[in-house]
């Protein structure tokens, strides 16, 4: 039994894949199955159940999980210790980021991490809020970069910075004679969402300051990103919600229908997270520093006077 063959099932366990899982082990198929095989052999049990999709643990393959992920928890640790001893920034790291960041985010400051330390094994995914969470205290991930606050016991928050909203509407909208838009200009049925359970949908709802029900409109939808909404709004009647980061993609003809709040202008707080299991301090450190060192400059700049509290 060796410490990569717990890692390899951890990584099925994660990827209910044993394809995917391979890949981010960065191992062919047949190698990843050969080592759990071993590993399955050694143990005399059954840890996933081959014959369903996804792949899922046996009900003795989840204790196995569970102490295995306990096990690789304690040789982090040790890791850990004797890098901070060596003041070395070096081993793997578990980043998640939620959808309406991730696209335009992690192009600032991904590469620009690797080259700057070649000897950490950055992983990235994307998950929603709630995933994120359920991860990080599952000591799946080692961090996860989101809105917040999230007051959550055992998940600690450091804030990197302040990301402002613009309103963005269709071709030949009323509101587009307006330099600046009121809350209370705003009609519900006009807004295009993104789905359930993006944390953007319900920010936008609380700007509108009502719920959305599926009689308000008559083509109702929602969409998975917010490049979707966007082209929507090309053809369609309405308006979304555009986070200052997206902005910065879209075309200058489109730019042209940004609106800004009047007023308070509301912002979103993003913060990078931990969970309880959190062990690889110098690697955060040095993510956290890259990240914000290569933030645009109208991110960085003091907000606290734009905030409006968004639930």
Not at 158 to 169: A, D, M, N, R, S
Not at 275 to 300: Q, Y
């Amino acid at each position: 039994m060796t410490l990569t063959q717990l890692k390899y099932i951890l990584a099925v366990e994660r990827c209910h894949n044993f394809a995917q899982a391979a890949r981010e082990c960065f191992v062919t198929q047949p190698t990843l199955s050969m080592q759990i095989q071993k590993l399955e052999d050694y143990l005399q049990v059954t840890i996933f159940d081959r014959g369903v999709t996804p792949v899922r643990p046996t009900a003795l393959g989840k204790k196995v999980l569970l102490m295995a992920r306990e096990v690789i928890h304690r040789s982090d640790a040790l890791e850990e210790l004797a890098r901070s001893t060596r003041q070395e920034v070096s081993g793997e790291f578990n980043l998640a980021v939620i959808p309406t960041l991730a696209p335009y985010l992690l192009p600032l400051f991904v590469e620009k991490f690797r080259t700057q330390w070649p000897k950490v094994q950055l992983r990235l995914f994307e998950y929603q809020t709630d995933e994120i969470v359920t991860m990080l205290k599952e000591d799946k991930l080692d961090a996860g970069i989101l809105a917040t606050p999230l007051d959550i016991k055992d998940i600690k928050e450091e804030v990197l910075f302040h990301e402002g909203f613009q309103l963005l509407f269709s071709p030949g909208h009323p509101l587009l004679k307006e330099k600046e838009i009121r809350e209370q200009d705003l009609k519900i049925e006009e807004a295009w969402l993104l789905k359930e359970g993006h944390c953007l949908r319900a920010q936008v709802l609380h700007l509108c300051g009502t719920r959305l029900s599926n009689q308000e409109r008559a083509v109702f939808f929602e969409g998975g990103s917010i490049e979707t909404l966007v082209n929507l709004l090309q053809g369609m009647t309405g308006f979304t919600v555009v986070p200052e980061l997206a902005i910065r993609h879209l075309s200058p003809e489109i730019q042209k229908r940004l609106r800004p709040f009047k007023g308070k202008r509301p912002v979103r707080e993003i913060s990078i997270i931990s969970g309880p299991f959190a062990l690889k301090n110098s690697i955060a450190k040095a993510l956290k520093e890259v990240l914000v060192t290569n933030l645009p400059k109208e991110l960085t700049q003091s907000k606290k006077d734009l905030i409006l509290p968004i639930d």
